[in-house]
């Protein structure tokens, strides 16, 4: 089946640091890419449309410049969280549909980054 | 406003049954798709109905009314594993998911 392999799974920084989180599709091609945020016993949020090759789409309220995405290649999405502080502490999850899938197929998921910001 | 409802928990007995409901008010619908969420965990695809009907797949099920904008998610022979949370989302008109707030499902022994 699709895996998404989503890097790093935990990862604790200190606040003020920036934070890397990657996200591959190993065994497909995804021309778009999918970032969640899900806080504790809440839905998934989604903060932005990764668009490879082009500038992703960000949904209302999410702060571009603090949530840098980049989607340089048909497998690898990136979501760097700039100067991150306590409240940016979450769950963050990226997922990814086939390109050579339906519309309607299903997004395939990685297994979620814990961020905490001391 | 688009809109998904499911309880925000549910109790059950191993070996029992048990139905997790979902309601939904969106602009256009392609589809419903049931995810399954273990704690601390990425959810992981179920099932997926966009015409009327019962979806059976193994111990799992899947109804779907889009004239009531109503689903549910059928377990059968439950299982300690089954703890987990069940997402709802559908695909909106412009192939946009909406999620439910998900529904933890506690199993006890």
């Known amino acids: 089946g699709a895996v998404v392999s989503q890097h790093p799974s935990r990862v604790i920084c200190k606040s003020g640091t920036s934070v890397k989180i990657e996200c591959r599709s190993l065994?497909?091609?995804?021309?778009?890419m999918f970032w969640y945020r899900q806080f504790p016993k809440k839905s998934l949020m989604l903060m932005a449309t990764?668009?490879?090759?082009?500038?992703?789409?960000?949904e209302q309220g999410v702060e571009k410049d603090k949530f840098l995405i980049n989607h340089a290649s048909l497998t690898l999405s990136t979501l760097t969280v700039t100067s991150a502080h306590p409240e940016d502490s979450s769950f963050y999850i990226c997922?990814?549909?086939?390109?050579?899938?339906?519309?309607?197929?299903?997004?395939?998921f990685g297994n979620g980054t814990r961020l905490t910001v001391t | 406003g688009q809109n998904i409802d499911q309880p925000t928990e549910m109790t059950a007995t191993e070996g029992a049954i048990v139905q997790i409901n979902c309601t939904y008010q969106?602009?256009?619908?392609?589809?419903l798709f049931w995810y399954q969420q273990h704690a601390g965990e990425a959810p992981t695809f179920l099932s997926y109905?966009?015409l009327d009907g019962l979806e059976e797949k193994g111990r799992f099920s899947s109804f779907l009314s889009r004239s009531k904008g109503y689903s549910y998610l059928l377990l059968k022979e439950l299982q300690m594993k089954d703890s987990a949370s069940y997402l709802c989302?559908?695909?909106?008109?412009?192939?946009?998911?909406?999620w439910g707030a998900g529904t933890k499902l506690i199993i006890k022994p």
């Open positions: 065994d497909f091609q995804a021309t778009t």
């Open positions: 990764s668009n490879e090759g082009s500038k992703a789409t960000y």
């Open positions: 109905n966009v």
């Open positions: 989302a559908v695909l909106d008109s412009n192939y946009q998911l909406i």
């Open positions: 997922s990814a549909r086939d390109l050579h899938g339906a519309d309607n197929s299903p997004l395939h």
């Open positions: 969106t602009s256009g619908f392609n589809g």
